[in-house]
């Protein structure tokens, strides 16, 4: 070229001393709640602080994969944050709002209770109803999906309070709350274990209700809940994930990232899901209306297990030592 003929006017050949390469340094990803080292990851695994490199607390291609982090999700993230050459900690919130974002686009919703408790109609025919209901609000190719409704049902333990504060507006005794795509029930009576825990409760349910009706004389009733019939139930194990480390950037404090492991990483619990899961495949995700994002992890004869994404938004529930 012209330029390389100015540069050497009588032939000389250009040598690796004469171009010598420059390498550009870029930092590493660093992440919330996360460690990032291969060695740091090894120790993890070798001292059997994880189940192994493919654990879904694991910032491993595996791990996120059995985590049910969706491939989108993450490009959008690494698209949004971009590269640099000064040194930075990315917080986990933007991550998540990205496969957040991702999910919500993609996931069928349906019906799972992660803390179960018995409710009992008492005024109801004792027959079986079935409810339509759409898998997607805005996504009509989905379809839809029938919901038995029946006489015992379970709703999730956290939307029920003895003594609830003023603004509560779930179940307690003596109030009203919706079950969703059904009726409103009013909890006439409490019955509790010898500790005092509520372990069933006596409802009353309004027939004129039905869908979003409000009864002549009734005053609108603000809250709703999810819940799922006892006899159609689908027992469900769920592995529920949190951030593996109780720090933002873990072993600052004392030198020692495994000084900052969260013995609450992971919890299971034994739940109940709408029996449209029964012919879910492995990896497919949905979204828990009001409790998470999980993916079908595993299938087996008497349980399906289902590890959770991600919750509905940030939480942040970190258990302090």
């Known amino acids: 070229s012209e330029a390389r003929r100015k540069l050497f006017p009588q032939g000389q050949v250009a040598t690796d001393a004469t171009y010598p390469p420059h390498q550009y340094e870029f930092s590493r990803l660093n992440l919330e709640y996360t460690i990032m080292s291969k060695r740091k990851l090894l120790q993890l695994v070798e001292e059997r602080v994880v189940a192994g490199w493919d654990d879904p607390r694991m910032p491993t291609i595996s791990g996120m994969r059995n985590r049910g982090l969706t491939p989108q999700g993450i490009r959008n993230f690494c698209t949004a944050i971009g590269v640099t050459k000064k040194d930075s900690t990315i917080e986990l919130a933007t991550l998540e709002s990205h496969v957040r974002e991702d999910l919500e686009a993609n996931c069928k919703r349906v019906f ?49 309070m003895l003594e609830p504060p003023k603004d509560y507006y779930r179940l307690s005794p003596g109030k009203k709350v919706r079950l969703r795509f059904a009726y409103v029930i009013e909890c006439d009576e409490v019955i509790k274990d010898d500790s005092g825990h509520p372990i069933e409760l006596r409802c009353r349910y309004f027939p004129d209700s039905f869908a979003g009706k409000t009864p002549e004389g009734m005053e609108k009733v603000k809250g709703i809940i999810h819940w799922v019939s006892i006899a159609h139930a689908l027992p469900v194990k769920l592995n529920i994930y949190e951030n593996l480390f109780n720090v933002t ?43 998470g994002y999980f993916i079908l992890s595993e299938r087996a004869a008497n349980a399906l297990t289902f590890n959770r994404i991600i919750t509905l938004k940030d939480h942040r529930p970190i258990h302090k030592k």
């Open 249 to 291: 950037t873990p072993g600052e404090r004392t030198g020692n990232f495994l000084d900052d492991i969260n013995p609450h990483s992971l919890t299971t619990k034994n739940g109940f899901a709408e029996p449209s899961v029964q012919t879910a495949t492995v990896g497919e995700r949905f979204q828990f209306e009001r409790t």
């Open 112 to 160: 799972g209770v992660v803390n179960p408790l018995k409710v009992v109609i008492t005024n109801h025919p004792d027959n079986m109803q079935n409810i339509a209901a759409d898998f997607h609000p805005q996504i009509p190719t989905y379809g839809k999906r029938d919901i038995p409704f029946a006489k015992e049902l379970y709703i999730d333990h956290d939307d029920f």
